[in-house]
């Protein structure tokens, strides 16, 4: 076998339906390793659902996705190993309330990938330095900023050491004051070399960060390309619509 | 076999399969397994049993009944009690319960302190504890003899209260029951209804006045049409012999349950009312005041309604409690569904037919009450989210 | 409002609060009328006139209007321990203090995880059902036929809760299945279960079952009953967790799956804990309605404290006592289930508080 390093996704013609309603229609996605990836469009567009999608948070109904060579079908096995090696930070954080921000970060570690109490704790903390928020270890989620919640957040995603991250709309939520400190953490992942999925409207962290920006409209990928591309020539009408309404020009 | 039970359609059938099979299995095992040991015991299942005759009596009932009556008369017997002291008992409760909620919700902290002592007692005993109570307390009034006299028309003694009733047919006072009910029914619809709606408040006051008034008349008239002949329409109870004649008769047992079930229910009726109009907000009350209500049209156009239907789903729930809670009536031998099913039970030997009719009973008793009060709800429930903001 | 400009005097205050119309003069007037007459009437009654002791048999009671707590003074043992027999009572009566513990322990939020909660229930099972058994530490055995009074009370109370709470949180659980045929089942079987009086449930599984089981299957009468009343406590119990559960945001769940948490330590780690503690007070105010409607089990025959209490004044000389027997056991019901519904509105309050 030769060494070739495998794409981190594989979407070909992939259909989404709630009840009658499409939301994806005929998704074809590569993501190759170390690739970042916003994903933008309007609202009802069908981007959070493609990356719920791929880690199964919602089934799609026809077409094959594969993470990292595991096809996601109807193994639960095949299931469990896509989510603990892709992590998701969310729009609304989710942090666990009734547990303090080490624990929300090593809870995973220590019941999925067995590892004891002492390592777990340790790697936690070695993610919640990497977001700059050590001090605040034993806090519990209810007593910090949005913005601290979010990078609590994305640390609890880190310390299962994820090949993956996908993220939801992950500064929609916050306080414009607070966009910042996340989008940093965001930045420094981008160059550490994680393969990142980004459902956002930050155009900025597009344009500094992306390798390819995908626009969707009404369940299907209109168009996509690197950022210079995307936003100097944008090609399909709705397109540019979407950037003028987005952009303010 | 691993790799198939990774397979997440196929586990998902195969666990609903077996759950509903295990299910199913377990009903069918139990009443097959009955039905055997019932059959070694001589009895023979089915049904027919319904129209033997029974045997034995029953010690107060609506309808005429007698030990040669079958089986299934005596159901409805027992059913017609049950669904008697239910309507009397959430009647009475609420009407309590209204009544200490309105104290409880008041600014006067008097009338706070009573409606809270009340609560707090009554609500914090058993029910059965009670229905002993009052059982015991009814029992021992004096015999017919001795009977308190209230004014030569109301008799409390230990054989049951007796009050002045109407010689009329059973039928005439179901019918003008229900016409009188009806009366009030299309009282309320005019009320809520989205029709009259927009109608002159002086208006709809005067057509409210006149149905009431047209309600009363054709349930007299009803009444009359339906007299016994050669009587008087009012029946007097009066002490002839040993016990009296005349009039009706509320037996200890009823009484002791409607009692019981009156005090219990409104006690826990109090508490729902008062939840109801303290979850009308302040700002609805202010804002009704700054346009210029006067206290009483802030309480019946702003206050009652939003708490009404703040109330409504809770106290559909109490309600089908209180029904429920009238099986408490076999402690002291007061002849309900369930205690007519008993008997008939230890007769009969049909255990199985009878728990079948027990419990479908019950079943829709509750269910059909449960319906009427959603449809009511659901009706008048505030459209859209308008409360939220 | 003139009154409150400074300090007013207590008058004036009584006059804006009491009679600041005529309406309100007259709520107060006779509020406090109703008040004061039943707490004069109840007062003289209970103690003034009261007789305490039955030094002088019931004929003491004869000559006095008041309470002739006389009958609880020379009855207390039979109402509170039944027919247990009589040098053995100490064991009795520290069982049910050992259960008075345990309900305090588990009002301290400092236990307020499975594994205390646990542990303080079952280990309290165990320390009451081996006192009042026996049969160890060189007890006499004692056999449940011979359990009464207010001790059996508890132990149904008890066993119904132990075997009720784990089967409350399968219900719950199943209830809310994505599969639609296991939740359509189970919701049919909590619906029914909850459309059904306690009493014919109890009647089934006490009374009627033995008809239907062959000798092997049927157990002892006892048991059968508290099933029957554990599984009527499961049914409401399951309602009130479904609905901590649905106080959860989805969210909770999908990141716990996204971090590849498996469904046994989801629900473990991340559901129940949160899905409880929403659930706590109405959960209270449950555990207070299987208290009061242990009483029940009198109907099916056991000797619990009314079926004691009965026993007390309907034998022998007493016949008359019946207020105050019924008076004692009520306090009895009322000290444990107020106590404990205020505790619940006091946490449901403090809750409130919490959120905001």
């Given at each position: 076998m030769t060494q070739t390093v495998e794409p981190a996704i594989i979407i070909r013609g992939m259909n989404k339906f709630y009840g009658s309603f499409q939301a994806l229609k005929n998704i074809d996605l590569t993501v190759e390793q170390g690739e970042r990836i916003v994903i933008c469009g309007p609202s009802g567009s069908g981007k959070s659902t493609l990356i719920r999608c791929i880690n199964h948070l919602e089934a799609h109904q026809s077409g094959d996705i594969a993470v990292l060579g595991t096809p996601l079908d109807n193994n639960i096995a095949n299931i469990d190993e896509i989510r603990r090696e892709v992590g998701m930070v969310f729009q609304h954080f989710n942090l666990f309330p009734h547990?303090?921000?080490?624990?929300?970060?090593?809870?995973?570690?220590?019941?999925?990938?067995k590892w004891p109490r002492a390592k777990a704790e340790e790697m936690a903390m070695q993610y919640l330095e990497k977001v700059k928020i050590p001090d605040q270890a034993e806090k519990f989620p209810g007593q910090l900023s949005g913005g601290q919640q979010q990078r609590v957040a994305i640390a609890r995603s880190l310390s299962m050491q994820p090949k993956v991250l996908l993220f939801d709309e992950p500064t929609s939520a916050l306080d414009p004051e607070m966009i910042s400190e996340v989008l940093d953490v965001m930045v420094s992942l981008a160059n550490d070399g994680m393969t990142m999925l980004c459902v956002t409207h930050e155009m900025g962290f597009a344009r500094q960060v992306a390798d390819r920006v995908i626009f969707m409209d009404e369940g299907e990928i209109i168009e996509q390309n690197p950022p210079e591309e995307f936003f100097g020539n944008p090609q399909n009408e709705r397109t540019q619509q979407f950037l003028s309404q987005i952009l303010g020009r | 076999m691993l790799s198939a039970w990774n397979n997440i359609k196929l586990r998902n059938a195969v666990l609903q399969i077996l759950y509903v099979g295990g299910f199913v299995a377990l009903i069918v095992t139990l009443i097959v397994m009955g039905r055997t040991n019932l059959q070694e015991q001589g009895i023979i299942s089915g049904f027919d049993f319904l129209w033997k005759a029974t045997g034995w009596e029953v010690s107060f009932s609506l309808i005429e009944f007698t030990s040669r009556d079958p089986y299934w008369l005596v159901l409805v017997v027992g059913l017609l009690n049950t669904l008697f002291l239910g309507v009397i008992g959430l009647v009475l409760a609420t009407v309590i319960g209204v009544i200490i909620g309105m104290a409880r919700t008041s600014a006067n902290d008097l009338a706070r302190l009573l409606g809270a002592t009340y609560v707090e007692i009554f609500r914090n005993i058993p029910l059965i504890v009670q229905v002993f109570f009052w059982y015991a307390v009814v029992t021992r009034f004096p015999g017919p003899r001795q009977a308190i006299n209230v004014g030569d028309s109301l008799f409390l003694s230990s054989r049951g209260l007796y009050a002045p009733g109407l010689n009329i047919t059973g039928l005439s006072a179901f019918l003008g029951i229900v016409a009188f009910l009806t009366g009030l029914g299309v009282i309320v619809w005019v009320s809520s209804a989205q029709q009259f709606r927009r109608m002159e408040p002086?208006?709809?006051?005067?057509?409210?006045?006149?149905?009431?008034?047209?309600?009363?008349?054709?349930?007299?008239?009803?009444?009359?049409?339906?007299?016994?002949?050669?009587?008087?329409?009012v029946s007097m109870p009066a002490l002839k012999g040993l016990n009296f004649r005349g009039g009706i008769r509320v037996s200890t047992e009823l009484s002791a349950m409607a009692i019981s079930i009156a005090i219990y229910g409104g006690a826990y009726i109090a508490e729902i009312v008062r939840g109801g109009f303290k979850s009308v907000g302040r700002g609805q009350i202010e804002a009704a005041q700054s346009v210029g209500?006067?206290?009483?049209?802030?309480?019946?156009?702003?206050?009652?309604?939003?708490?009404?239907?703040?109330?409504?789903?809770i106290l559909a729930n109490q309600y089908v409690w209180l029904i429920k809670a009238t099986t408490m009536g076999i402690a002291i031998g007061f002849t309900d569904f369930f205690m007519v099913v008993s008997t008939a039970i230890n007769q009969s030997g049909q255990t199985l037919e009878l728990l079948g009719i027990l419990m479908g009973g019950f079943l829709i008793i509750n269910f059909t009450l449960a319906a009427v009060l959603n449809r009511i709800n659901r009706a008048i429930a505030l459209k859209g989210d308008q409360l939220r903001t | 409002m003139t009154g409150d400009m400074g300090r007013p005097s207590i008058l004036a205050m009584l006059r804006t609060r009491y009679f600041?119309?005529?309406?309100?003069?007259?709520?107060?007037?006779?509020?406090?009328?109703?008040?004061?007459?039943?707490?004069?009437?109840?007062?003289d009654w209970a103690v003034f006139s009261a007789v305490f002791s039955a030094a002088n048999g019931p004929e003491a009671c004869k000559a006095v209007d008041g309470a002739c707590w006389a009958v609880i003074d020379a009855r207390w043992r039979l109402i509170l321990f039944g027919l247990y027999p009589h040098e053995e009572h100490w064991r009795s009566g520290l069982a049910c203090g050992v259960v008075?513990?345990?309900?305090?322990?588990?009002?301290?939020?400092?236990?307020?995880?499975?594994?205390?909660?646990?542990?303080?229930?079952?280990?309290?099972?165990?320390?009451?059902?081996?006192?009042?058994?026996?049969?160890?530490?060189?007890?006499?055995?004692?056999?449940?036929?011979?359990?009464?009074?207010?001790?059996?009370?508890?132990?149904?109370?008890?066993?119904?809760?132990?075997?009720?709470?784990?089967?409350s949180i399968l219900l719950a659980l199943l209830r809310r299945s994505e599969l639609p045929w296991i939740s359509g089942v189970t919701g049919i079987i909590i619906d029914s279960v909850r459309s059904l009086p306690l009493l014919t449930i109890l009647f089934a599984f006490a009374v009627v079952l033995p008809f239907l089981l062959p000798d092997w299957a049927s157990g002892d009468k006892l048991y059968r009953a508290i099933l029957g009343s554990a599984l009527f406590f499961a049914a409401y119990q399951a309602e009130i967790i479904r609905g901590g559960m649905q106080g959860v945001p989805k969210g909770q769940e999908e990141a716990a799956k996204s971090l590849g948490v498996r469904y046994r330590h989801r629900i473990q780690r991340i559901l129940l804990p949160q899905a409880f503690k929403n659930a706590l007070p109405a959960t209270i105010n449950q555990f207070v309605i299987t208290f009061k409607e242990t009483s029940l089990f009198i109907i099916i025959g056991f000797f619990e404290i009314l079926a004691s209490g009965n026993a007390a004044y309907g034998t022998g000389n007493w016949t008359f006592a019946f207020v105050e027997v019924y008076a004692f056991i009520a306090l009895i019901y009322f000290a444990f289930v107020f106590s404990l519904s205020r505790y619940g509105a006091f946490l449901e309050r403090r809750m409130d508080v919490g959120d905001q």
């Open positions: 547990m303090t921000v080490l624990e929300n970060c090593a809870l995973a570690p220590m019941l999925v990938r | 002086a208006r709809k006051s005067r057509l409210r006045w006149l149905i009431l008034l047209v309600a009363f008349v054709v349930t007299t008239v009803i009444f009359w049409i339906g007299r016994l002949p050669d009587t008087t329409l209500l006067t206290n009483w049209q802030v309480f019946s156009r702003i206050r009652f309604p939003l708490a009404l239907r703040a109330m409504l789903p | 600041s119309t005529l309406g309100n003069a007259i709520l107060s007037i006779i509020s406090f009328s109703i008040l004061a007459l039943i707490t004069w009437k109840v007062l008075v513990l345990m309900t305090v322990l588990s009002c301290l939020p400092y236990f307020w995880n499975g594994r205390s909660i646990s542990i303080i229930w079952i280990g309290g099972f165990l320390a009451f059902y081996f006192l009042m058994k026996g049969g160890i530490f060189g007890m006499p055995v004692v056999d449940e036929q011979r359990w009464g009074g207010l001790s059996l009370t508890v132990f149904i109370f008890l066993t119904t809760v132990l075997v009720g709470t784990p089967l």
